[in-house]
């Protein structure tokens, strides 16, 4: 008997509304935990320097803001990360002092901005944040008394996000590229793994791994990317090197088909891709792998040192000592050489052409305006609501609908859950601030040690962020309209209003959120493989397409969005979660699929025969099939009888006949099949 099936686990709280309770295991940012405790800190001590606590706040609320928005890693990115949305958050705020004490004013322009908020959070995490503090500070505006005239207020809350910024900056001179190449490195190091998990119990996992590590790498780069490929030589370089490691990954998926009489791949593949990784970190250059008949001779510290690599002995193998060949031999030497690199997942288009895509999604997508629409009915209800009840210092309903339908994807139940247990606990971490710590000179070392929380608890979890977030948010609220510990209980209350407004009219009474979308989704996936098995297989051997690894990056990238969506999916009540589980190895499967569809055209590009069109095109259909099935609801046809299936060639034996070359792919796409029927029948 599991603890599940006791009797005291019964009466336990489900895992689905407990998830998001237990911190997640993740490194302390110290870096940012001292960036975050001088920037609130310092503005707060010059304002209480110049008799003007109130300001100090300010400028203290504006570098909280850009704090929470501090998350990436390079540094043109962590410029654009925190500046945009300090002016977004300037403008939210100038326009909340404009109807402050106008109630039913107040009410229809937070509700215009709310939509804004809403829809402008589906183009981008950028985005999100922005939408985030336009609305977050418009709410701040309207129910905070605010300096005169009305642009004092912004331009101090600028002046906080400029002291995030500064400090984040400091190291620029010293550390400019680190966090770029530190990324591609560790991509190298994801797929070293990878390569020796080859045909082990972990390669799925390590598969997972690449994927996440791939995603993020490339978001880094491409993200400031210029529209002019040589104007920074560096960047283009490092572009190459993981554009170079496209063919390693591929190649590793066709290990995994090795036969188990085989054994592991040698050690000296994976050492190669870490010494690759080295290469790459430390900016350096390495020169091409040289064959090794013995296959020893790990390489050493010296990244610029021939990589010895034993002589391959099958198709897996071939791929394998060819792509590390490429890859090594793309970083050998930085320069104009870069320009005949070839650029294999495309270059991104014009900023203009990027900037036109980015509105016309934003405007013209169903998905944004149900999102815009939702928050705005939220807000409306909680500032109308506020305005006829006599709720003191009643901003904080409408800033925690806020904070739960954060212009951001994820589970509004559990984000409203969530926010309930992370402001208790920053209740009771506020209770004896507000009631034991002189207002004064006092609130600096009090502030600086609440910041410093701010950043260690984000990694933990969004009820720990809330919990980090509450006490400041308060005691900066508290130099404005000075309640002191009168702020406690009607916190306590407002958010709990908030909470579930949040939840009945942001969750309950939209359809989407019990007939959940993520099965259109995992649909939509299937029909992405099905299109890719077809252009896997077309074409000559070894005239590979220059659209399929673009094909294939893009839905591994979209199979990760499903995995995460699906995974946020489980933390929300039933039905809602248990299709979730119903559906989620399916998503697995998928995945699967793609993989041995890569493996296996690597393998016909180094030996095996193709397979016969028909054979090709039955998958697809095969597949089609399924995609069908599952946006209709209507249960697969019943399989074929299954036919004995061979296993594929090894080593230098004679290529098997054509049709086995696909009896991993076909496997595949049974077990597949065989997920799908039990829940759609």
């Known amino acids: 008997m599991t603890q599940d099936d006791a009797p005291g686990g019964r009466l336990s709280p489900p895992k689905w509304l407990t998830a998001g309770m237990r911190p997640q295991p993740a490194a302390v940012p110290w870096a940012a935990v001292a960036r975050a405790a001088v920037a609130l800190a310092a503005p707060l001590a010059v304002g209480l320097a110049a008799g003007r606590p109130a300001y100090g706040a300010l400028v203290s609320m504006g570098a909280l803001s850009a704090v ?35 109630e039913w004013a107040a009410v229809a322009v937070l509700t215009l901005v709310a939509l804004v908020s809403g829809m402008i959070s589906s183009i981008g995490s950028v985005a999100s944040v922005s939408g985030l503090l336009l609305l977050l500070n418009a709410v701040v505006g309207a129910g905070l008394p605010m300096p005169h005239p009305w642009w004092k207020a912004p331009l101090l809350l600028l002046a906080g996000g400029a002291v995030v910024l500064l400090l984040t900056l400091f ?52 993200a400031h990317r210029t529209r002019r490929h040589g104007r920074s030589p560096g960047l283009a370089h490092l572009i190459a090197r993981l554009n170079a490691l496209i063919p390693v990954v591929e190649a590793a998926s066709a290990a995994k088909l090795r036969p188990a009489r085989l054994g592991p791949l040698p050690e000296a593949y994976p050492a190669a891709v870490l010494t690759l990784a080295d290469a790459v970190e430390r900016g350096r250059t390495a020169t091409a792998p040289a064959p090794s008949p013995a296959g020893a001779g790990a390489p050493g510290d010296d990244p610029a040192a021939l990589l010895a690599l034993p002589a391959p002995t099958g198709p897996s193998e ?127 070392p009090t502030v600086a040690v609440l910041a410093a929380l701010v950043p260690a608890f984000s990694a933990k979890g969004y009820a720990f962020q809330t919990a980090a977030i509450t006490p400041v948010i308060l005691l900066l609220s508290d130099l404005l309209n000075h309640e002191g510990f009168g702020l406690v209980l009607p916190r ?172 991993p792919l076909r496997r595949e796409v049974r077990a597949a099949c065989a997920i799908a029927s039990p829940v759609l029948g």
Request: aromatic letters at 8%; one cysteine or more; a positive charge.
């Open 318 to 444: 071939r791929a394998l000592d060819q792509a590390l060949r490429y890859a090594a031999a793309v970083g050998a030497e930085p320069g104009p050489a870069d320009a005949a690199v070839p650029d294999r997942l495309g270059r991104p288009a014009a900023p203009g052409e990027r900037a036109r895509r980015t509105a016309r999604a934003a405007l013209l997508s169903g998905a944004s305006w149900r999102y815009g629409l939702r928050l705005a009915l939220c807000i409306g209800l909680a500032q109308a609501l506020v305005s006829v009840l006599p709720v003191p210092r009643s901003y904080w309903v409408a800033l925690t609908v806020t904070f739960v339908l954060k212009p951001d994807f994820g589970s509004v139940f559990s984000r409203a859950v969530l926010r309930a247990f992370g402001t208790a606990l920053g209740l009771l971490v506020a209770i004896p601030v507000l009631a034991e710590v002189p207002r004064g000179w006092w609130d600096v």
């Open 68 to 102: 929470i928005g501090d998350t990436a890693d390079a540094y043109r990115m962590r410029v654009f990360n925190i500046a945009v949305p300090q002016l977004f958050g300037a403008a939210g705020v100038a326009l909340g002092t404009l109807v402050f004490g106008r």
């Open 492 to 663: 306590l209350y407002d958010s709990l209003i908030g909470c579930g407004i949040a939840l009945l009219a942001g969750y309950l009474c939209w359809p989407e959120s019990w007939h959940t979308r993520i099965g259109d989704r995992l649909a939509d996936a299937v029909a992405d493989a099905s299109a890719y098995v077809a252009l896997a297989f077309a074409g000559a051997p070894g005239r590979d397409q220059p659209s399929r690894p673009r094909r294939r990056r893009r839905l591994y990238r979209d199979l990760s969005a499903v995995r995460s969506e699906f995974q946020r999916a489980l933390t929300e009540p039933p039905p809602t979660g248990t299709r979730a589980a119903a559906w989620w190895p399916l998503v697995i499967a998928v995945e699967r699929v793609v993989e041995a569809t890569t493996a296996t055209r690597v393998r016909i590009e180094h030996g095996v025969l193709a397979p016969a069109p028909q054979e090709v095109a039955a998958i697809a259909d095969d597949l089609a099939a399924l995609a069908e099935a599952l946006r209709t609801g209507t249960p697969l046809p019943a399989p074929p009888e299954d036919t004995p299936i061979g296993d594929a060639p090894a080593g230098d034996a004679p290529a098997a006949p054509a049709d086995d070359v696909l009896a």
């Open 171 to 222: 190291a620029w001179p010293l550390r400019g590229g680190l966090p770029e190449r530190a990324a591609v490195a560790d991509s190298y190091r994801a797929v070293a793994a990878f390569v020796r998990a080859a045909g082990t119990p972990e390669h799925d996992e390590r598969r997972l791994a690449v994927t996440r590590s791939l995603n993020a790498s490339y978001d880094l780069l491409l």
